[in-house]
């Protein structure tokens, strides 16, 4: 082959690679995770998820807000990892039964639909991704959108300090300025944390959360209207934590995932402090705004955080491991 030749057949097989399409395996390269990292290993794994948690929230319609908090309590502190999941051992305290995990339960049930997928594929789907897809599948069972995630996420082996978890999960009492800051730090703008906040559409707030704005004297910038149902619901001014007394965050539409939340607080019915301060302040009002006129802006700002937040520093690869138990690692299984 002459010169010319060699040329044309160097410069052909170049352009060839550069337009070849990027494959899964690219994809996994550049990020940790891919979408269906299962279809070879474990085809059914991600219908699976979808059956189980389709099952339970037949069987415990609450189960769906607890999918919904789980992500956020593993994912927004250092890794996307089922850290959360882990049991408490003789040395460590489990991030579960930390003081800023309050109120979280439900855990048994990811055994549940862990179980189903050891039976299909043993010791193939990780317990992160079992939480991840199951929020997912809870956000769209009490009418949320339908997210797409990838997966691919390996388990971590320890639980973080609780330190570490006040460190990365914003408080209720903290202000918006902090909790911007924290979601900021994982590549969330402020709408999507005026959209993750519209998570309070669902589920119910605890009255050892709310009582400092009710005794000794109620917060005037509470609406007029909604402080005799919040009197009611926590009658103490220092409850029993261990007594179910709590309030619905949604009077209107409390099973339904949706855009009520915002509408309710611009008329100073939000139960937190974070979510009066949502509000009004000047960094979030408009996106608030945005938000209580349309639910499609609400889902697609909602969407795009949820997938941030789930591919918060994974572990992929050969890094962390599939435990056999999601409260256990597996060196203590």
């Known amino acids: 082959m002459g010169y010319l030749g060699l040329l044309f057949f160097v410069l052909l097989s170049l352009s060839a690679v550069g337009l070849r399409p990027a494959s899964a395996a690219d994809e996994a390269?550049?990020?940790?995770?891919?979408?269906?990292?299962?279809?070879?290993?474990?085809?059914?794994?991600?219908?699976?998820?979808?059956?189980?948690?389709?099952?339970?929230?037949?069987?415990?319609?609450?189960?769906?807000?607890?999918?919904?908090?789980?992500?956020?309590?593993?994912?927004?502190?250092?890794?996307?990892?089922?850290?959360?999941?882990?049991?408490?051992?003789?040395?460590?305290l489990s991030e579960k039964e930390a003081d800023r995990s309050f109120g979280m339960r439900n855990f048994r049930y990811l055994d549940t639909i862990k179980e189903a997928l050891e039976r299909e594929c043993p010791e193939v789907v990780s317990c992160a991704d079992i939480l991840v897809l199951s929020a997912r599948e809870g956000i769209a069972l009490v009418g949320g959108p339908y997210i797409p995630l990838k997966t691919g996420r390996r388990d971590g082996r320890r639980s973080r300090s609780p330190e570490v978890l006040e460190e990365f999960l914003p408080d209720h009492n903290e202000s918006i300025s902090s909790i911007l800051d924290k979601f900021n730090a994982l590549g969330i703008n402020t709408a999507g944390v005026v959209a993750l906040l519209g998570s309070h559409s669902v589920g119910r707030t605890h009255c050892v959360k709310l009582v400092h704005r009710l005794y000794p004297?109620?917060?005037?910038?509470?609406?007029?209207?909604?402080?005799?149902?919040?009197l009611k619901k926590c009658p103490d001014s220092i409850p029993d934590p261990k007594a179910v007394q709590y309030v619905r965050n949604d009077r209107g539409t409390p099973m339904k995932l949706d855009n009520n939340y915002y509408r309710n607080i611009l008329d100073n019915k939000g139960l937190l402090m974070v979510d009066h301060q949502l509000a009004y302040d000047s960094r979030t009002r408009p996106f608030v705004l945005k938000m209580a006129k349309s639910e499609d802006y609400f889902f697609q700002e909602f969407s795009r955080a949820i997938q941030i937040l789930s591919e918060n520093n994974p572990l992929t690869g050969t890094k962390g491991e599939v435990r056999k138990q999601c409260n256990v690692a597996n060196k203590l299984h």
């Open 217 to 230: 004297e109620v917060d005037p910038a509470i609406n007029p209207d909604h402080i005799p149902h919040m």
């Open 29 to 92: 390269e550049e990020t940790g995770l891919v979408m269906n990292f299962y279809k070879d290993s474990c085809p059914q794994a991600e219908e699976i998820i979808k059956e189980q948690v389709g099952l339970l929230y037949k069987r415990h319609k609450n189960t769906a807000f607890s999918w919904l908090r789980n992500i956020f309590h593993d994912c927004a502190v250092e890794s996307c990892d089922a850290s959360l999941l882990l049991d408490s051992t003789r040395r460590t």
